[in-house]
């Protein structure tokens, strides 16, 4: 099974609405971190927001926040306001039990802001 | 500039040539990793080190990938005899705390 799960594989959204990106996991380990990066077209992923399984509020930087849904094992990432610089790819990825393990990341969503 | 760095940022190879990338962590940063990207899908783990030591590799490693950290600071990604389906983003990441991971602008290779 997938680990990471996007099932959006385009987005659009208007300038100045909220867009919500989807993503679901999987793991049986009770300890695991959540993330969402942002890769623009320069290829370079930018950090944007992270989940941990214990945190008891969803996280929230900025614009940015994670709609972190534990019994269902999802984390939508909610974009507030939206930019035309948020067109982009958004990744979501996890890192498993409490090391400084890898991340394994979901094949992504395309964000597409119009006017 | 005090992020990841990576060296070059794009290199165009001919099939059994080998080639080396470079990653300069952010200074403080203990671990570093490696992930090959290819086009449309999101990155795959390669290999991890904390300080020098080469905790993890991942089996996409064969065996003409190496990795070395020499002194717990830079790294160096070779492969040896390049392939075209070795054509991706070679991306690094450093980090200090376990809720973090910031990662380079890439290098992209090209093999011929």
């Known amino acids: 099974a997938q680990k990471i799960t996007q099932t959006q594989p385009g987005m659009f959204v208007q300038e100045k609405e909220a867009v919500t990106l989807d993503c679901t996991y999987d793991?049986?380990?009770?300890?695991?971190?959540l993330f969402w990066y942002k890769q623009p077209s320069s290829g370079e992923m930018i950090f944007l927001i992270y989940q941990g399984s214990y945190d008891q509020q969803n996280a929230t930087e900025g614009r940015y926040s994670l709609n972190f849904q534990k019994a269902r094992k999802s984390a939508n990432l909610v974009i507030s306001a939206s930019q035309l610089g948020d067109s982009a790819m958004y990744f979501c990825a996890m890192r498993e039990g409490g090391t400084a393990s890898k991340l394994t990341f979901g094949t992504g969503t395309r964000l597409q802001v119009t006017l | 500039d005090t992020g990841v760095s990576q060296d070059p940022r794009h290199k165009i190879t001919k099939r059994g040539q080998n080639v080396t990338f470079r990653c300069d962590p952010i200074?403080?940063?203990?671990?570093l990793y490696w992930y090959r990207q290819t086009l449309g899908q999101g990155p795959e783990f390669l290999t991890y080190?904390?300080?020098?030591?080469?905790?993890?590799k991942s089996r996409l490693l064969s065996d003409r990938f190496s990795a070395e950290r020499p002194k717990g600071s830079f790294s160096t990604l070779e492969i040896q005899r390049t392939e075209q389906g070795d054509s991706a983003m070679y991306l690094c990441?450093?980090?200090?705390?376990?809720?973090?991971?910031?990662f380079g602008p890439g290098t992209r290779l090209t093999v011929l």
């Open positions: 793991t049986s380990d009770p300890s695991y971190g």
């Open positions: 200074s403080e940063h203990n671990r």
């Open positions: 990441a450093s980090s200090f705390r376990l809720h973090e991971e910031f």
């Open positions: 080190f904390q300080n020098e030591a080469q905790l993890e």
